[in-house]
């Protein structure tokens, strides 16, 4: 496996184990922060996926950028599962965005299919981020499609999962929070209980919602 990064473009190479660029880029962050030069105006972005979001090195990364004060921007895309692992035997809460109420940073949480609304959600977290000099989650509500999928169904099998249990889990990831042209809501860390984007079955916008067992 090739990983491609680029100096010139500030882009660091992917690491092949799970979760390890998060403490990384809470660490580039802090540095970004000492640097009279750079302070104020930079900061440092990570992704993952909510797989990942169940590591260690996830809430060293949160921990570290909220409490020693380093602008990093975690960028979350949840796509209802970790490899094989649907997010339902992941964590019994209501995403990622929640967990970031915990660490006392902002959080933003968006319908990761509509291009536009990941646009606007990208820019107010970067500017938040910046402005406070601590981190920002930003989790990406989506789901896994293409030949990926398929694959993963022929794998599964394996496992003793079926291709109709996999599909149906797959089926309930699709109904996403909605968000209306660019508009993004923010999750502040004071708001309690948990408000969130649009009304679905996966949330609820009155409160937080457990998810159903099967």
Request: some cysteine; glycine content about 10%; aromatic content about 8%.
């Amino acid at each position: 496996m090739q990983h491609w990064g680029s100096p010139e473009h500030h882009f660091h190479t992917i690491s092949s184990p799970l979760a390890t660029q998060i403490p990384q880029a809470a660490g580039v962050a802090y540095a970004l922060r000492r640097d009279p030069a750079r302070r104020g105006k930079n900061c440092a972005a990570v992704y993952f996926g909510e797989g990942a979001a169940s590591e260690g090195d996830f809430h060293a990364g949160m921990l570290f950028s909220s409490v020693i004060a380093s602008p990093t921007l975690f960028i979350a895309r949840n796509n209802g599962f970790a490899i094989s692992t649907p997010s339902s035997e992941q964590y019994f809460g209501d995403g990622i965005a929640a967990r970031g109420a915990g660490y006392g940073i902002d959080t933003i949480r968006v319908d990761g299919n509509d291009v536009l609304a990941v646009l606007s959600a990208t820019r107010d977290a970067r500017r938040r981020c910046i402005e406070s000099g601590r981190g920002v989650l930003l989790e990406a509500m989506t789901y896994r499609f293409s030949l990926l999928l398929h694959l993963l169904i022929v794998e599964l099998a394996d496992f003793g999962l079926t291709s109709a249990e996999l599909v149906t889990t797959q089926h309930r990831t699709t109904r996403l929070p909605t968000v209306n042209g660019k508009k993004s809501k923010i999750v502040s860390a004071s708001i309690t209980p948990l408000p969130v984007i649009g009304s679905s079955s996966r949330t609820a916008g009155g409160g937080p919602m457990r998810r159903k067992t099967r």
